[in-house]
């Protein structure tokens, strides 16, 4: 909702409407009309680079993929890192990062975990620790450039500093790895950076993974096409739909067979499925923290993808099933003992949890015999100094039933027990499943791909497959943890290979029409010079889950207040419903705001118009814009942080 202050400060700063000095609520666009026009042949194409670097900088663990542009096909991941976990083999490194205790970058991944782990605990306090920090960009609801984390010994820390840390180590990585490759110093220059991200994230949580790879010198600001960010399904599915039978477990028939021998791609089994028309397929990307669901339909004969459905989920990635755990340990020990041991022990708290990791992954439907996890020794030390008794008294006490201390110093789970942490999310999947497949639009789905390091979750699978009962083939790519990476390297080589997305909200912004009796509240009647005009009302630039093709443009003209102006500033709206009539409707929110640089382009012409072009097809939203009487360019950006 727009306050009377508000609008007049909007006023302020772009106006070119009559209604100038009542402090009205935004602008009169000289051009209303709605133009779109395909330009998809300037989408740039042609490649600069030598390489292409992509970063997976995932909630729970991250890595990194590149290919050289000229052998596309051969994608090569990350070298194995050192200090793998027991019982989880992965390429890619825990998401976890120390800072000394001046705040300076130390370590990340499975190096940080170990120093730190090793520190003495007297000195481990002043280190700062961090884990699964994404997530703070997907629930932190006005996220700015100041927007802080906490690390593990309760002290707070910027986030932008910690993603900068984390991109600055993972170029480090790569440029070594590149530089032993090629047997020279590797430019940066000649690689093309990908970041990918979940296609849930809202525009300023993509804006700020852009900020902190300026910030760490991936790229610079200069040049701003060095750096994609990549949606995580989008990558996943690029990847799934080049996926050859014998590299992914058909799930309904569990032959990797089927049918097809095994050197047909997915892509031509589709085909081959619907000649006339591309297939449709479902991507599920469940990932640590978010799960990502996206509908794509391939497009023949270049086998480009069309996206269905706007991309929809939210974070019901596998920490819920930390979270549970942790509600479980409070429940038996008392969340006054866990939030203590949490911030005085930090250590041993990572311990544990990397412990019940390994069992999490244990966890199977028709698991009968029960889950060791062992609980560190400061865990059981410190506890009976909390608490005046041991470990084994609180087991024994409590109503949990299902964990019980076996003789060895461990906590032993029933399997259903375990099962029953995972219930609440696998809920959460299931149900947004469901709600997806009842869509018009997602109709006659030939395939589910599920990927993501949760998809190896045998209760996650049999979950999905009761639900589809038969309705969709369920495909595992074979290295599943990997498919995001692999996928993001390929959408890096060729950014223009999804030609149709939806967009995930309506935007817009706040303009004056003519008033037409009953038409119009009366309410929102302003008089102005003898003309009635119509305030707040919303000039729709796209709607949620409206079509829009890769490098199709929204086209508005503003004129600046005053001759002398030299910026004009105008505020971006976005609701989730798709028809927003004005800017004072409930549900419609102030996201952003385009900023047009009008300095050094006075010219003569009595009314200058500066002709903006919106693109709303790509993974993040860009506008350019031109001085129509000069023809000169204008320097135009839409903020989503507030700088």
Known sequence: ??????????????????????????????????????????????????????????????????????????????????????????????????????????????????????????????????????????????LSINTDLQAANGKRVKALDIFAYALAFFKEQALKELSDQTGGEFDNNDVRWVITVPAIWKMPAKQFMREAAYKSGLVSRDNPEQLIIALEPEAASIYCRKLRLHQMVDLSSQTTQNGFSPTDNVGSTMTQASPGHGDRYVVVDCGGGTVDLTVHQIRLPEGHLKELYKASGGPYGSLGIDYEFEKLLCQIFGQDFIDQFKIKRPAAWVDLMIAFESRKRAAAPGRANPLNINLPFSFIDYYKKFRGHSVEHALRKSNVDFVKWSSQGMLRMSADAMNSLFKPTVDHIIQHLDELFEKPEVSDIKFLFLVGGFAESALLQQAVQNMLQGRSRIIIPHDVGLTILKGAVLFGLDPSIIKVRRSPLTYGV?????????????????????????TDVFDTFIAADQSVALGETVKRSYTPAKPSQQVIVIHVYCAEKEAVGFISESGVKKCGSLRLDVSGTESAAPRREIQTLMRFGDTEIRAVAVDVSTGRTVKASIDFLGH
């Open 1 to 142: 909702m727009t306050t009377k202050e508000e609008n007049i400060r909007t006023d302020e700063m772009a106006n070119p409407s009559p209604a100038k000095s009542i402090g009205d609520p935004g602008i009169t666009p000289l051009s209303p009309t709605h133009i779109q026009q395909n330009d998809a042949d300037q989408v740039p194409s042609g490649m600069p680079f030598v390489v292409v670097v992509a970063i997976d900088f995932g909630t729970t663990s991250s890595g990194y993929a590149y290919a050289f542009t000229k052998e596309p096909e051969c994608i090569h991941t990350m070298r194995r890192w050192e200090g793998g976990d027991p019982g989880v083999s992965n390429q890619k490194t825990p998401t976890t990062i120390l800072l000394t205790p001046d705040r300076k970058f130390h370590s990340f991944g499975y190096a940080a975990r170990d120093f730190y782990h090793d520190l003495d605990t007297s000195e481990s306090k002043h280190w700062l620790y961090l884990e699964k920090f994404k997530m703070k960009l997907h629930t932190t609801a006005n």
């Open 510 to 534: 706040g303009v004056l029409n003519r008033f037409v009796e009953g038409k119009h509240p009366p309410e929102k009647l302003l008089v102005k010079d003898g003309t009635r005009w119509c």
